[in-house]
Structure formats: structure tokens, C-alpha cells
T-cell receptor, first 116, second 113 residues
């Protein structure tokens, strides 16, 4: 149980285009999901908290107009990188946790975004 | 500001030995601490959680300690195997959000046959 699926696993896009990444909780409902970004040989950097039915909460320094988050259902959150540039190339990972006081996070497989 | 440090970027150890990884934090009083494993190109996988009122937690060959006075957690893998080679991350809860955590820099463990 507690499987989080992320799609796509890899994507290459041209500068200036937008890319959508999906994060699904397959066997549980997640009112909250988290989006992280990871640079090579670096740790995960929390970008934002995705809240079902309401606006996402962004961490300091993360451009909300560039990284659009939508959490339209209890099992799906999407991250759209708008007007992508090469510096947006990175590994993006989502996570979700079970309810009922549980705190361990279940992560998706990650999405490797390359902007050319 | 809050800071988490895993003081070894990389650790090489001989198969069969015990690997010990360290997580230190400052300006923090976390209610719990977590350890995750991350393989290259994959998302982290949860391993263990230890609460502030617990000194030690075990799971199979894994052992975690939590010293709130030293502000330090130690993560041990006994009888290490090449399959244990991965990056290990500690994580602590952030204020401002239920289940919201921040991660340490990670330690890349290499178990040599």
C-alpha cells in the first residue's frame, strides 16, 4: 500500500514551452502532497505544498507563476513548469503521506526534466 | 535559521562491517526525525522514524538513535551488504505544515564487497 506514481519519468522540452508533471496516490487519498526539486548530488529542496481544493503554499524563493500547482482531486496533484528555461532542468519529485497522524512520506519515482 | 547537516558526503565501508551515518541539526527542537534511502534517479524510500522521547529504534539490520541534547541522530546498518549502497537522507519536520519535512544533504554509502 501507499504507492505514489509520478508521470512522466523523463521529459525533454524546448525553451519557452510548458511541461506538466502528474503525481498520483494510487491506493490512498492525499489531501496534501509536496513537490521537491533536486539538483545533481544535492538534497531535496521543498518547493511547495499542494493542498486539495485550495491554493498551493510555496516556499520562499519559489516563483508561483512559474511553477503552477493544481490539486484538483484527492489522488492527483500536477506541477506545470511554465515557459521553461534550461535552468529549470532538474529532477522533480512529489510525495504524499497517509492521514491519521502518520508522518512518513511516500515518494513518486521522480521526473527528470531537461530543457533544451 | 534551522540547519541540518549530514557530516559525511560519502562513506565507503567493507561488506559485513557496520556503517554509521550522522545527522546533526541546529536551531531546532524536532518532535521526530526520519531516515530515508535514495537510489540514483529514484525518489526516496522511507526507512525509520524516531520520536523525541525515544532513544533508539530498530528495524532488522537498521538502528537509529536520537540524542536531543546533542541534537544528533545516528543511523547504523549492521552486517552491511553491497545492496545497501545508496544515499541516505535524514529529514526533520518543518513548522507551518502537517507532514512537511526538510531533508539533510545526504550521505552516499558505498559497501565494498
Amino acid at each position: 500500500g501507499a504507492v505514489v506514481s509520478q508521470h512522466p519519468s523523463r521529459v525533454i522540452c524546448k525553451s519557452g514551452t510548458s511541461v506538466k508533471i502528474e503525481c498520483r496516490s494510487l491506493d490512498f487519498q492525499a489531501t496534501t502532497m509536496f513537490w521537491y526539486r533536486q539538483f545533481p548530488k544535492k538534497s531535496l529542496m521543498l518547493m511547495a505544498t499542494s493542498n486539495e481544493g485550495s491554493k498551493a503554499t510555496y516556499e520562499q524563493g519559489v516563483e508561483k507563476d512559474k511553477f503552477l500547482i493544481n490539486h484538483a482531486s484527492l489522488t492527483l496533484s500536477t506541477l506545470t513548469v511554465t515557459s521553461a528555461h534550461p535552468e529549470d532542468s532538474s529532477f522533480y519529485i512529489c510525495s504524499a503521506s497517509l492521514t491519521g497522524g502518520r508522518t512518513e512520506a511516500f515518494f513518486g519515482q521522480g521526473t527528470r526534466l531537461t530543457v533544451v | 535559521s534551522q540547519k541540518i547537516e549530514q557530516n559525511s558526503e560519502a562513506l565507503n565501508i567493507q561488506e559485513g562491517k557496520t556503517a554509521t551515518l550522522t545527522c546533526n541539526y541546529t536551531n531546532y527542537s524536532p518532535a521526530y526525525l526520519q531516515w530515508y534511502r535514495q537510489d540514483p534517479g529514484r525518489g526516496p524510500v522511507f526507512l525509520l522514524l524516531i520520536r523525541e522521547n525515544e532513544k533508539e529504534k530498530r528495524k532488522e539490520r537498521l538502528k537509529v538513535t536520537f540524542d536531543t541534547t546533542l541534537k544528533q541522530s545516528l543511523f547504523h546498518i549492521t552486517a552491511s551488504q553491497p545492496a545497501d549502497s545508496a544515499t541516505y537522507l535524514c529529514a526533520l519536520p518543518l513548522s507551518g505544515g502537517y507532514q512537511k519535512v526538510t531533508f539533510g544533504t545526504g550521505t552516499k554509502l558505498q559497501v565494498i564487497p
